[in-house]
């Protein structure tokens, strides 16, 4: 008998005291993450159906269902990143203008990083133009994504 997957419609919250339940993961790529409609399994093999009526953008952590017995947390996956350490104002205009050029989302670290998923071209690109970019494994976090377009909030 095939059962229907659980239907996930918002965020339940981030950082929720869960006791005793049994915690699964439905892991997701960083872009996915403001997808308004997947169809995916949990870790644990769970099907799940998430179907936002809005935009808002799911955060790493984010609870997700929730049952006396168990709860579906969101993991963000890991990818190769471009990561970039400008030293000066006028390194970060310049090289968020070229990534802006491309249309590629721009992460900004805690640690002042310029972070962008990994694309072979653009690598190519900022080494040739003296950025000393390098090549790392990160999960690229909706909340340091900035947004210069539009005029909707990310969450």
Same mark, same amino acid.
């Given at each position: 008998?095939?059962?229907?997957?659980?239907?996930?419609?918002? @965020?339940?919250?981030?950082?929720?005291?869960? /006791?005793? =339940?049994?915690?699964?993961?439905?892991?997701? *790529?960083?872009?996915?993450? %403001?997808?308004?409609?997947? =169809?995916?399994?949990?870790? /644990?093999? $769970?099907?799940?159906?998430?179907?936002?009526?809005? =935009? %808002?953008?799911?955060?790493? /952590?984010? !609870?997700?269902?929730? @049952?006396? *017995?168990?709860?579906?947390?969101?993991?963000?996956?890991?990818?190769?990143? $471009?990561?970039?350490?400008?030293?000066?104002?006028?390194?970060?205009?310049?090289?968020?203008?070229?990534?802006?050029?491309?249309?590629?989302?721009?992460?900004?670290? *805690?640690?002042?990083?310029?972070?962008?998923?990994?694309?072979?071209? !653009?690598?190519?690109?900022?080494?040739?133009? /003296?950025?000393?970019?390098?090549?790392?494994?990160?999960?690229?976090?909706?909340?340091?994504? %900035?947004?210069?377009?539009?005029?909707?909030?990310?969450?």
């Amino acid at each position: 008998m095939m059962r229907e997957p659980i239907k996930i419609t918002r @965020s339940l919250g981030n950082g929720v005291e869960l /006791g005793q =339940r049994i915690i699964d993961f439905l892991e997701v *790529e960083w872009y996915e993450t %403001t997808k308004s409609r997947i =169809r995916k399994k949990t870790m /644990g093999g $769970i099907d799940v159906l998430v179907d936002k009526a809005d =935009r %808002t953008t799911f955060q790493n /952590g984010d !609870l997700l269902f929730v @049952s006396e *017995e168990q709860a579906i947390i969101l993991k963000i996956k890991p990818c190769d990143c $471009i990561v970039l350490r400008p030293t000066n104002l006028i390194s970060v205009g310049i090289i968020c203008f070229e990534i802006g050029n491309k249309h590629i989302p721009i992460f900004m670290t *805690e640690q002042k990083e310029v972070c962008v998923a990994y694309d072979a071209n !653009l690598f190519v690109m900022l080494d040739s133009a /003296g950025f000393q970019p390098c090549i790392q494994e990160r999960i690229l976090f909706p909340f340091q994504m %900035t947004k210069a377009f539009g005029n909707k909030s990310m969450r």
